[in-house]
């Protein structure tokens, strides 16, 4: 009987990315498993049209907090009674907790799979687990855990790399979105364009607005190409002010779906972000790219030459999520446009274009 494995990470695009490499790492190990994917709606279109996952399982938590809301407790067990009854059904016999929460543990359990592993569990998530795989080590690769996971399992080095895909309906509301951007009729072609990823969760993480806005145009000037701003529906007003100090500056933020962000990724000749999702994604999409670090540093070998960690290891970081420098944040203030620009010219991809402009 081939096997039925559950993997849970509900949240967090970033990390859903970097533990993408585990769909390809466990078709290696066992080829004719079923393989599944419980998630929250946000990180479903990130999933939905990769063809190695047989299923993505979307938990609708918040259609369940809005009955509590609205005290339709009835509703809302009936609903959870159900969705348990339905998970439980598909029969896992392997549950995998990413996550390492309670709330994620949970579902390992409500699984019914008898083995759960968890990668460094803790809220109680430990007691739920079957066995569980510390989270942190000196490897510096991205993805590092779920990696270690993956070699834990059995699967093959080789067969660990990140895996995101894009469908034909994300590539048409890309094609769309970016001819609306650039002006242009559905039977010019689109040019050439580079990515700036500026926004995540935490201020310790960002890099300047004004930096942003010193970079775009040299970079423009530097390769010829327009400069795409993409973010989330939280960061447009973030987003307005790098825009309104940077002509020419085409800000998508906001103003595309998840998936359809992905496939304009896909279509990047560089994407420059910080520690974000976005940024990750370039990374996993192949496209030439550099990830701007300072108080978190999820990883510094991105396992290609035409991706760049800078980051500036200074004594007090990375900080994570308690800087010690009252908000200055100085190493991210190490990075400057030109120091950005001239790692740019460092990628082998980029060597040609951006080396023959600067001079």
């Not at 699984?111 to 998530?125: D, K, N, Q, T, V």
Request: include cysteine; charge should be positive; charged fraction near 25%.
């Amino acid at each position: 009987m081939s096997r039925r494995i559950l993997i849970v990470r509900l949240s967090a695009i970033g990390d859903v990315v970097m533990a993408s490499g585990l769909i390809p790492a466990l078709r290696a190990r066992w080829p004719d498993a079923h393989l599944a994917w419980l998630a929250e709606p946000p990180v479903r279109e990130l999933l939905a049209d990769n063809p190695r996952l047989d299923e993505v399982i979307v938990w609708p938590r918040g259609e369940w907090r809005q009955l509590a809301r609205e005290h339709r407790y009835g509703e809302l067990a009936r609903r959870v009674r159900t969705f348990v009854r339905e998970l439980r059904a598909r029969r896992f016999d392997l549950a995998l907790d990413l996550q390492g929460l309670l709330k994620s543990a949970i579902w390992t359990r409500l699984s019914g799979a008898p083995e759960r592993i968890a990668i460094g569990p803790r809220e109680g998530a430990q007691w739920l687990a079957t066995r569980a795989i510390p989270r942190r080590s000196e490897d510096t690769r991205i993805g590092s855990e779920y990696r270690r996971l993956a070699l834990e399992l059995g699967a093959p080095e080789s067969g660990f790399r990140l895996d995101l895909a894009v469908g034909p309906a994300a590539h048409a509301a890309a094609e769309q979105a970016l001819r609306e951007a650039f002006g242009l009729d559905e039977t010019a072609p689109i040019p050439p364009f580079a990515i700036i990823a500026p926004f995540t969760t935490r201020p310790q993480k960002h890099w300047f607005a004004e930096r942003w806005a010193a970079l775009a145009p040299q970079l423009t000037q530097q390769s010829g190409w327009p400069v795409v701003m993409l973010g989330g529906p939280g960061d447009r007003e973030a987003a307005a002010a790098i825009r309104e100090a940077t002509p020419g500056l085409i800000d998508l933020s906001g103003r595309t779906r998840l998936a359809a962000s992905v496939a304009i990724i896909a279509q990047a000749r560089l994407l420059i972000g910080v520690d974000t999702g976005l940024t990750h994604m370039g990374i996993a999409l192949g496209v030439p790219t550099l990830a701007l670090f300072g108080s978190t540093r999820p990883y510094l070998d991105t396992g290609s030459p035409d991706a760049r960690v800078l980051w500036s290891a200074r004594a007090c970081s990375p900080c994570r999520r308690h800087p010690t420098c009252g908000g200055t944040f100085d190493c991210l203030r190490d990075h400057t446009p030109a120091s950005v620009l001239a790692a740019a010219r460092t990628l082998p991809a980029l060597q040609g274009r951006l080396a023959e402009r600067a001079s």
